[in-house]
C-alpha cells in the first residue's frame, strides 16, 4: 500500500515539517538542539515508511504495523498538514492586506487538535459499531414463493484487521447476521487483506454462517501477497481451499439456483425458484478484472428466472452487468462507503457513481453495502453495516 503512493506519503509528511522549520525556526537564536529534537519525528516516521514501503505484501502480515503507522498518520502528519495550511493562507492574507493577525496560527491549531481528535475517534468508537440496515425492494417478475424473502448482504470483512481486541467487533458482526435469521447470507468480497491465513485465525466464528454464498474481491486474489506468480496462484488456491472448508458456497463465475415450495388455492403445491449468480472481480485497473459473465450465466442464460447477482465491485453494474446479463438485483461492495460521511457526502463520490446504497436503471437493481471491516480500521459517520434486504412481489 505505502509502496504504490510512496512519493505522496513522504510529501505529506515532509511539508509541513519544512514549512514549520522555515516559518518558526528560522531565527539564529534557535539552538542546534532544537531543530534536531523538531525533525527527530519526521525521521521516525520516515524510517517507518520506508519499513512499509519494503513490505513483500501489499501490507505487513503483523497488521500491528499498519495500524501503528496510520495512528502515526493521523496524530502527527495529518494534524501538522492541518496546520500548516492554515498558517499559509493566514500568511499569504497578511501579506496582501498589509496586516500582522495571527488568525492563520490560531484556527489552524484549533484545526489540528480536531483533526487529531477525529482521526482517534475514528480508530476506535468509529471503528467499533455496527448497524442493521433494513431495506425493501419490490420486483415485478420476483416469483410469489419469494415474496418476503429476506437476504443479509455483508461486505468488505477484511478479517486481518480483526486482530486482538478488535476481534470483538467482527464476533458483533456475525451475532448481528445470526439474530436477523435471514433466509441466506450473501457476501460480496475482500475476505482476506492478504492472505488466507487471516481466515484461518477467525475461521471459528465465520463458520457460525454455514451456506453463505460468496464471491472474490480484489484483495481474496494473490495480486496483494508478494512472490513469484506461482506463489501468488497459491495464494489464491488457499484462500478458495479455506473458504469451502467454512461451509460457504463460493461462486466464480457460476450460478445456482434455489427452489422454494408455494402452496396455489386449490391447495396443491409447486416450485418456484430464482437464480444466485456469483462473478469474480470486476475492477478498472489496477484492480482485476476476471468476471467472466458468458461462463457465470451459462447455465441460466435465456431462461426466465428471477436473478441475483453478487459482483464484488459496484462500478461493473453500469460496464457490464445492466447490458451483458439478465441479472434483476445486483449486490456490491468494494467502496466501504468512503469509510467516513458527512452531510451525506462521502469521498468515495469523487471516483464512483453508485458508491453506497441503492440505485436503478431500467428493471436492475444496485445495492451497494459500506461493508463490515476495513483494511485501515477507521470509520466516521459511516459505521460497519448489515443489510437486511426483504424481497417484495409487485401487486398488479
Known amino acids: 500500500m505505502i509502496a504504490r503512493h510512496i512519493i505522496l506519503f513522504v510529501l505529506l509528511i515532509t511539508l509541513p515539517f519544512l514549512y514549520i522549520d522555515y516559518r518558526f525556526m528560522k531565527s539564529r537564536r534557535k539552538r542546534i538542539a532544537v531543530k534536531l529534537l523538531w525533525w527527530m519525528p519526521w525521521l521516525m516516521m520516515m524510517v517507518y515508511t520506508a519499513a512499509m514501503a519494503a513490505s513483500h505484501d501489499f501490507v505487513p502480515l503483523n497488521h500491528t504495523y499498519t495500524e501503528v503507522y496510520m495512528l502515526l498518520l493521523g496524530v502527527v502528519a495529518a494534524p501538522l498538514l492541518v496546520f500548516s495550511t492554515c498558517s499559509l493562507l493566514g500568511w499569504a492574507h497578511n501579506r496582501y492586506h498589509h496586516t500582522r493577525q495571527q488568525w492563520g496560527e490560531r484556527i489552524g491549531a484549533v484545526l489540528a487538535a480536531a483533526t487529531a481528535a477525529t482521526f482517534i475517534y475514528g480508530f476506535t468508537i468509529g471503528f467499533n459499531q455496527v448497524t442493521v440496515r433494513h431495506a425493501d425492494l419490490t420486483f415485478n417478475n420476483l416469483p410469489d414463493a419469494f415474496d418476503g424473502y429476506r437476504i443479509a448482504h455483508v461486505s468488505d470483512l477484511h478479517v486481518g484487521t480483526y486482530g486482538g481486541w478488535r476481534k470483538e467487533v467482527l464476533a458483533a458482526v456475525i451475532d ?60 489464491e488456491q488457499q484462500l478458495i ?93 468494494h467502496t466501504h462507503g468512503g469509510q467516513m460521511q458527512a452531510l451525506s457526502l462521502r469521498p468515495t463520490m469523487l471516483t464512483c457513481h453508485e458508491d453506497y446504497g441503492h440505485y436503478t436503471a431500467g428493471k436492475c437493481q444496485l445495492m451497494v453495502s459500506a461493508g463490515a471491516g476495513a483494511l485501515v480500521p477507521f470509520r466516521i459517520g459511516m459505521a460497519n453495516e448489515i443489510t437486511i434486504i426483504t424481497l417484495h412481489t409487485a401487486k398488479h
Not at 476476471?290 to 453478487?310: E, H, P, Q, V
Request: hydrophobic share 30%.
Open 176 to 235: 448481528s447476521l445470526k439474530q436477523e435469521q435471514p433466509d441466506i447470507i450473501c457476501f460480496t468480497g475482500d475476505l482476506q487483506n492478504t492472505r488466507p491465513h487471516e481466515v484461518e485465525k477467525v475461521s471459528q466464528l465465520l463458520r457460525q454462517l454455514p451456506g453463505t454464498y460468496s464471491v472474490l474481491g480484489n484483495h481474496d486474489h494473490g495480486e496483494y501477497a508478494g512472490g513469484t506468480n506461482k506463489e501468488k496462484q497459491d495464494v
Open 241 to 333: 481451499a479455506t473458504q469451502r472448508r467454512l461451509g460457504w458456497n463460493l461462486l466464480i463465475n457460476q450460478a445456482s439456483i434455489i427452489t422454494r415450495q408455494r402452496t396455489l388455492n386449490d391447495g396443491t403445491t409447486t416450485a418456484d425458484s430464482i437464480a444466485i449468480v456469483g462473478t469474480d472481480n470486476d475492477g478498472m485497473p489496477p484492480f482485476p478484472s476476471l468476471a467472466r459473465y458468458d461462463k457465470a450465466m451459462g447455465s441460466i442464460a435465456g431462461k426466465n428466472i428471477f436473478t441475483i447477482m453478487l459482483q464484488h465491485d459496484p462500478s461493473a453494474w453500469k460496464r457490464n452487468i445492466v447490458d451483458k446479463t439478465q441479472a434483476d438485483l445486483t449486490l456490491s461492495g
